[in-house]
């Protein structure tokens, strides 16, 4: 089936967390995407400020998702973490991958962001400007393709001589403490001995 009329593109909100992790789950296969070292960068943080869309279709549903993260290439040097990039099979080659990567790069440079790196096709993303070479000097904390790690520079000489690890450097998620968990529990025993 072809839809026909065009997604709209906007910053997700939490309504649709859901129907971004069914997507994503759609394209990639749960346990394949959760097992990527790229989600090693990603778990239990939030994406950078302003740099997580949503793309919906007619009927209000997510059809494309994207988001980035931030990252230190190596010591000291800040940047962002692009993906998962995915568009539901319904509305593919239609230009929506590359509206999401154009919306995803201005935004990024408006921001005052310098680069951006991620692990993904080199024949796609070569057409938004990712080189393998500006990532030649790092590193990903798990196995990587190194033919598929790519960076872009947002700001001339952004990634010049980065070298070392690339580490998670977003906010972390607000997670119960174990303390408040417990309460939780002990909570829960006492309505059911009530
Ligand atoms: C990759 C993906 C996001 C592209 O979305 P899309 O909306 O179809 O992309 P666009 O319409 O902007 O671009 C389509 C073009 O990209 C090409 N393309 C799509 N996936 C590609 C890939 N993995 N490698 C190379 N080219 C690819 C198409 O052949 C088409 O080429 P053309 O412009 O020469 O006809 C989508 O196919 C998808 O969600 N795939 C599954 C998840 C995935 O693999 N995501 C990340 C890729 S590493």
Redesign the pocket.
Known sequence: MLATTTPVISIETEADIAQREALLDL??GRAARLAKTSERLREGRKPADGLAFAAHGPDGRVVGTLRLWHVSAGPDRAALLLG????HHW????????ALMSVAISEATRLGHGAIMLV??A??YARFGFDPALTEGLWLPGSFDRSRFLGLELRPGALAGARGLVSPTGDVVDMPSLVELMGQEEAAELRRSA
Do not use: S
């Not at 998962?84 to 568009?87: E, H, I, N, R």
């Not at 509305?91 to 590359?98: E, I, N, P, T, V």
């Open positions: 394209a990639f998962p990039l995915a568009v509305f593919r080659d239609r230009g929506l991958g590359r993904g096709d024949p796609y």
